[in-house]
């Protein structure tokens, strides 16, 4: 199968992650034969705008993945636990953006750079990470090429985009209001996000982390196939619209140079080096927003641990952290022609 043979459904083309998939489509001429996309009963029959033509929105149920060669899911775990075996069913190869398969050890867990390998044993669903880890294991594979790594800690910068479209109202909402002298309402997040950060993002478990710094570990432990990968992470919403950033504290086995560092992260593909501090020049959110690139600064050693190096990164959530990692896996399974789940791909 080609490309432009392909027809691509979108699910949850009305939100932050889905948008962000059309867009990418569209701004790489994607050649696909048919675009459908799909939201929930209340937008069903929207027209939204895909270049010059337009796009009418189809209720995402089971009969609508009919004829449909690869569908996006970015429509919460709710919407993916009932309809993405059901579109299996009829042949969909699926890509979920939700967190319900990641750590399913029947389904792969992908980002293509690091272990695009994982595709080929698909069951007809591939999993991507959380928008956090997903920037994050490409710096790690990046540098175990070096030592091989004893333990992380990491610490988020989140954008609002990280929870969706109304995370993102509210912040705008909220900052208008203070500005007005009025009182902020709060819906999405406990406390006013506007002017504040959260160290609070997804719920808390019984350990003491978030479900969002466990699955830091979780997902990096099973994407770089690493059971004793050790990582502490603390997560924290920020009040800025794309990007999530990260300070990250890596500890080696053995010593590794600065140079070697930079070298290797920028020899690996979809990471670039922005790192001149003497001019200003480092990652940040806005320097990341609609860009492709994970961006990787302030690399220096670190003083507190032996062996140790610390560094920043920033990253567009919406597109590496989700839509474009979907995408790639889209890309890289056509080019493996591996669609078809693993045991029908034996078997003919
Ligand atoms: N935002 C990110 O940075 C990011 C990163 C990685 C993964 N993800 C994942 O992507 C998924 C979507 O997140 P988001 O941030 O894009 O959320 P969002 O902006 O709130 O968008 C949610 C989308 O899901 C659709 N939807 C809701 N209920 C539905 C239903 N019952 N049937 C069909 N469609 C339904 C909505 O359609 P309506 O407009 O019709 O309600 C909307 O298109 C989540 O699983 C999230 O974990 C997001």
């Not at 796009?55 to 009969?63: K, P, Q, S, W």
């Not at 293509?112 to 007809?124: A, S």
């Not at 880890?133 to 710096?139: E, G, H, I, L």
């Not at 140079?257 to 940040?284: A, C, F, H, M, Q």
């Amino acid at each position: 199968m080609n490309s432009n043979e392909l027809h691509i459904a979108v699910v949850g083309a009305t939100g932050a992650a889905g948008g962000t998939a059309l867009e990418l489509l569209l701004e790489r001429n994607h050649p696909a034969k048919n675009i459908t996309a799909m939201a929930s009963e209340k937008s069903a029959d929207r027209k939204i705008q895909y270049g010059d033509s337009e796009l009418t929105i189809v209720h995402a149920r089971a009969e609508a993945f009919e004829g449909i060669d690869v569908a996006l899911f970015a429509a919460g775990g709710y919407v993916s636990r009932r309809l993405a075996h059901k579109a299996v069913e009829q042949g969909v190869f699926v890509i979920d953006k939700g967190s319900i398969f990641r750590m399913d050890p029947s389904i792969p867990l992908v980002v293509p750079e690091v272990n695009g390998d994982d595709i080929d044993w698909h069951p007809g669903i591939v999993s991507t990470p959380n928008c956090t880890s997903t920037p994050f294991v490409m710096v790690l594979d990046a540098l175990r090429a070096l030592s091989p790594i004893k333990a992380v800690t990491v610490a988020t910068y989140q954008s609002v985009t990280g929870t969706g479209v109304a995370a993102q109202e509210e912040l705008l909402e909220q900052t208008r209001t203070v500005l007005a002298g009025g009182e902020p309402v709060t819906d999405v997040y406990p406390h006013e996000i506007a002017f504040n950060v959260l160290p609070h993002v997804d719920d808390f478990l019984e350990n003491g982390y978030t479900k969002e710094e466990q699955k830091m570990l979780n997902e990096s432990r099973k994407i770089l196939h690493d059971e004793n990968l050790a990582v502490s992470a603390t997560c924290v919403r920020v009040p800025v619209e794309i990007s999530h950033s990260e300070s990250v504290q890596i500890e080696f086995e053995t010593s590794v140079g600065i140079n070697d560092v930079k070298r290797v992260l920028g020899d690996y593909p979809g990471v670039l080096v922005v790192d001149e501090p003497s001019r200003n020049e480092y990652p940040t959110p806005l320097s990341a927003a609609g860009i492709d690139d994970v961006l990787v600064g302030r690399i220096r050693k670190d003083i507190a641990h032996e062996n140790g190096i610390a560094l920043w990164l920033s990253c567009d959530n919406l597109r590496k952290g989700a839509a474009l990692n979907a995408l790639q896996i889209m890309d890289e399974a056509l080019r493996r022609n591996a669609f078809k789940p693993a045991a029908e791909r034996m078997t003919t």
